[in-house]
C-alpha cells in the first residue's frame, strides 16, 4: 500500500497540479502517508493538508494559530491599537505559511524519498499555491472560545492578488459584531 501511495504521490508531482482536486488529491495522499507511517511534525504542511481536506477547521494544527490570532486581537482590542503587527511577529511570521510551506514539503518530500520537483520548479510550486489558494479560501476556521474582549467566530482566506500572485492575501475574521481584516504583507 505504502508503494502505491508513493507512485500516486511522485507521478502527480512529476507531471504539475493542473487543478484544485489535484491540489486537494495530492495533500490527501500526502496525509494519509503520513497518517500510516505515523511521521510527526511539519506544522505547516500538516495545516495545509488538513485545511484542504476538510469544509472547516477547528482543531489540530490549526488550533494554536487560532488561539494566537485570539491573543494578538485581545491585545490590540485592548490597547485600542491599530491591527499592525509590531510585538507579534511570531504570529506574522505563522499567518505568512506558504513561505516555511515550501521548506517543510520540500523536506517532508525529501526525507521520504518522494520527487521534488514540485519544491525546487518554481513555476510547478506557484502553480501549486495557486490552486492551494482556491482551495482554502472557501474554507474558514473556526474558533469557539470567546472572551470578554474579543469573540470571533470564524477565519478566512481571501485573497487580494490576481491568479499569478497566489501567496498575497487577507485573513478576515469574523465575529458577530465585526469584520477585521487583517493583512500579513503589512506592517
Same mark, same amino acid.
Given at each position: ?10 507521478? %502527480? /508531482? ?6 484544485? +482536486?489535484?491540489?486537494? &488529491? ?5 496525509? @494519509? &502517508? ?6 510527526? =511534525? &511539519? ?8 485545511? +484542504?481536506?476538510?469544509?472547516?477547521? #477547528?482543531? =489540530? ?15 490590540? #482590542?485592548? @490597547? ?6 509590531? =510585538? ?17 514539503? %520540500? ?10 520537483? /514540485? ?18 479560501? #472557501? ?19 481571501? @485573497? /487580494?492578488? #490576481? ?5 498575497? &492575501? ?11 481584516? %487583517? ?5
Amino acid at each position: 500500500m505504502k508503494e502505491a501511495i508513493r507512485e500516486k504521490i511522485n507521478e %502527480l /508531482i512529476n507531471k504539475g497540479i493542473e487543478s484544485e +482536486a489535484e491540489c486537494v &488529491y495530492l495533500l490527501s495522499q500526502l496525509r @494519509k &502517508y503520513r497518517e500510516q507511517q505515523s511521521i510527526s =511534525g &511539519y506544522h505547516n504542511l500538516s495545516m495545509c493538508m488538513n485545511w +484542504a481536506l476538510h469544509s472547516s477547521i #477547528d482543531r =489540530g494544527a490549526v488550533k494554536n494559530l487560532l488561539k494566537d490570532i485570539h491573543d494578538f486581537l485581545a491585545y490590540k #482590542d485592548a @490597547k485600542s491599537d491599530n491591527l499592525n503587527f509590531d =510585538g507579534f511577529e511570531e504570529l506574522q511570521n505563522k499567518l505568512l505559511f506558504v513561505q516555511p510551506l515550501r521548506v517543510e514539503l %520540500l523536506k517532508f518530500l525529501d526525507t521520504n524519498g518522494f520527487d521534488i520537483s /514540485i519544491c525546487i520548479d518554481t513555476d510547478k510550486y506557484e502553480m501549486f499555491l495557486q490552486f492551494f489558494a482556491r482551495v482554502i479560501e #472557501d474554507t474558514p476556521l473556526l474558533f469557539t472560545t470567546k472572551t470578554q474582549s474579543v469573540e470571533f467566530s470564524q477565519i478566512s482566506v481571501s @485573497k /487580494i492578488s #490576481d491568479f499569478d500572485e497566489p501567496i498575497k &492575501y487577507n485573513w478576515i475574521i469574523t465575529s458577530d459584531k465585526a469584520t477585521i481584516e %487583517l493583512n500579513p504583507f503589512s506592517n
